[in-house]
């Protein structure tokens, strides 16, 4: 990766399942058991599957950027825990972000920008979107919501909910920053992506629109996927990957994105 570039790379872990269900055992086999236990507390298969799927493409992707097997990575969270890389300590310049979704996991990795973050969702995915809007939105991304034609307001919705997650999952302050504090403007009208999406900040929340880069892209038509980081004004070159864990992957030059 050069230095102002982030990752984005997606395991469609469904699928992979539907293909061959044994590599369910292949990725059992790379997790510890503090994580097999975490698979495991969840009652339903199609959790245990997600999570294991979440760990495996992790550890995975991870080794594709330096010289360690998928099953030595080693990790610890920080205070309103987000994760971090807690041994090799020789690596733990190598900053990254999950999220997932039913059908989808994705893993967001950079050497450069450790506040970074990446949220993923489905489009058809059931909310009360007006009243977490009119709680949890700005004025401003209320009032935009209000502008959709009643038949694209579910996917607006969903589209503005990725892009507050990628940014309060950056900054690894989770939901103790008020999501009313700053807020994205988006396209009215569905957006298949790539594309930049500016952010603005208010009062009291103390960052710099300037200093920050958010894409945000629609797979398959499905599921909504936005990635954020503070680049210190810097332009992000992001460069999209799909892969099943220890089976291959490839790169999708038609999803990559340059911000300006």
């Known amino acids: 990766m050069t230095p102002h570039e982030a990752q ?8 992979a399942w539907a293909a061959d269900a044994s590599i369910a055992a292949a990725y059992d086999a790379l997790i510890t058991p503090d ?26 992707v991870l080794s594709l950027h330096a010289p360690v097997a998928p099953a030595d990575w080693r990790f610890d969270t920080g205070r309103n825990g987000k994760p971090f890389i807690a041994s090799p300590a020789a ?29 993923v969702e489905t489009f058809d995915r059931g909310a009360s979107a007006a009243e977490i809007a009119d709680s949890h939105f700005s004025a401003d991304e209320n009032a935009l919501l209000k502008r959709v034609p009643p038949e694209h307001h579910h996917h607006a919705f969903m589209r503005l909910w990725t892009l507050k997650e990628s940014f309060i999952k950056a900054t690894g302050e989770g939901l103790s920053t008020p999501l009313n504090q700053f807020g994205f403007e988006i396209d009215t009208a569905p957006v298949e992506g790539p594309g930049a999406v500016p952010v603005r900040f208010h009062a009291p929340l103390q960052e710099r629109a300037t200093q920050w880069r958010f ?38 030059p038609d999803q990559a994105f340059t911000t300006a």
């Open 8 to 15: 984005l790379w997606c395991f469609f872990y469904e699928d």
């Open 91 to 119: 690596h733990q310049a190598l900053h990254f972000n999950l999220a997932h979704t039913q059908g989808l996991v994705v893993c967001a990795v950079s050497w450069t920008h450790a506040r970074l973050g990446v949220d």
């Open 35 to 60: 994580e097999r236990q975490r698979v495991q507390s969840f009652r339903f298969e199609k959790h245990q599957r997600q999570c294991l799927a979440a760990r495996a493409l992790l550890r995975t």
């Open 215 to 252: 894409v945000q892209w629609a797979l398959r038509g499905r599921f909504a996927v936005a990635l954020g980081a503070d680049t210190g004004g810097a332009p992000l070159h992001c460069r999209v990957f799909d892969t099943v864990p220890l089976r291959g992957h490839s790169e999708r």
